[in-house]
């Protein structure tokens, strides 16, 4: 069942947004080689408690940890760890932020020092993937309008969506119906309604789509070991066309 939202809600998982849009500005300005995704992290935690907000996905199904840290080739859940980041690497930091019970979902990838120009492209194209996507979430249109918009961006630019992990309905829940495919026909799937609160997240991988499943059962990586990149917003469907919700301009 899809969990249709009030403004008011709204504008609650969007305070939720905004905390978690003003965290990632914060973390764009500290991430630089030598910094270890465990300091991330604490650094997430310490600034959502000051905003008397807390980290969703922290125990959530038995994740450990505040953020998940993936980077280069780990695809989404990598583990933060210790290891100082390296000039070069590329890194997706994902949060999900609850304030008073509203929740809100976005990751970034950021470019550690200097990255090669081929991963400047992967995060480039990744991140207007994203953004085509929710320029298609629109009253009327269907579900398949965004997978469509984003696929056919990212495989016009020779890389490839990975199938696996998929968008999601988010409200008091960090997981609700439906699932938000990031690959798809125009026209097709469930038709998009006011009060629809989505995450759009492609993740976009260099080379095979495919992914294999760390030991420590979270952490997905390509099966190539290729790079691969995410942008995440949670958007609002809205009368005005697509509301994102944690929006890192005009905060
Ligand atoms: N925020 C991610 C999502 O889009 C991943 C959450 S998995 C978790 O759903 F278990 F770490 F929370
Ligand atoms: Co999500």
Redesign the pocket.
Known sequence: MIILKSAREIKLMQEAGKILASCHKEIKKIIRPGISTQKIDSFVENYLSKWGATP??KG??G?PYAT?ASTNDEI??GFPHSTPLKDGDIVTI???VNLNGFLA?S?WTYAVGTISDDSKHLLKVTEEALYRGIAQAQIGNRLGDIGHSIQSHVEAEGFSVVRDFTG?GIGKK??EEPAVLHYGKPNKGIALKEGMVI?I?PMVNVGSWHCKIDKNGWTARTIDGKRSAQY?HTLAITSNGPLILTDQENL
């Open positions: 969703e996905q959530y199904q994740y998940c989404c859940h994902d949060m999900v979902d990751a999601h960090m997981h995450t997240e995440e």
